[in-house]
């Protein structure tokens, strides 16, 4: 699924116009994206997941076309972890 195909669910399943479901979910994604920015970022959605960020630490890697060492950059890294329901929904296997 494509941006535009989950505006299109959007729209279908809370009955609002394409307009209205394409500007709830830039909202969306602008407000994780800022909240993720900042010092303690960290959105938890309960029973679908959590979005934080993770640091990498700087490592030593290898240039695969001259098989070189070369230094890679400690960076940040945007990160989801799935919450119990969503995990259960797409493992197929039911809560007793």
Known sequence: MNKS????????????TKVA???????????????????DGKVSLVGFGTFSVSERAARQGINPATKK??????????????????ATAVSGVKKK
């Open 69 to 86: 060492p070369i230094k890679i950059a400690a960076k940040k890294v945007a990160k989801f972890k799935a919450g119990a329901d969503l």
């Open 21 to 39: 479901a394409k500007a709830a979910l830039e909202s969306f994604i602008s407000n994780v994206t800022a909240t993720l920015k900042t010092k």
């Open 5 to 16: 195909e989950l505006i299109d669910a959007i729209s279908k399943d809370a009955s609002i």
